[in-house]
């Protein structure tokens, strides 16, 4: 290998280098991106957990609620029929 064909390869190796140098750094710098992205999406996945959970709570003191409601009204049901019933 001559002098200047030595000189090229390692002008091409530095070269090489250089682009892989600023390639890793915009790698870095978009995996710190993506990382500030998934530690976003993780919080809201955990208040959303949260507001779930309290909407199932709520859900079930309706559906409890419902049930009296529903009870109460077949009672009345029950006294109004016993009544029309009972006048004829």
């Known amino acids: 290998m001559t002098n200047e064909e030595m000189q090229s390869t390692v002008q091409f190796i530095l070269e090489?280098?250089?682009q892989f140098s600023v390639n890793m750094e915009a790698l870095r710098e978009s995996q710190a991106r993506t990382d500030?992205?998934?530690q976003a999406l993780a919080t809201q996945v955990e208040q959303m957990?949260?507001?779930q959970a309290h909407i199932n709570e709520v859900v079930a003191?309706?559906?409890d609620a419902q049930?009296?409601?529903d009870e109460r009204l077949n009672a009345l049901?029950?006294?109004v029929q016993g009544q029309r019933d009972g006048s004829s």
């Open 36 to 38: 500030q992205t998934v």
């Open 77 to 79: 049901i029950n006294i």
């Open 49 to 51: 957990a949260r507001q």
């Open 67 to 69: 049930q009296h409601t």
């Open 61 to 63: 003191v309706i559906a």
């Open 16 to 18: 090489q280098q250089a």
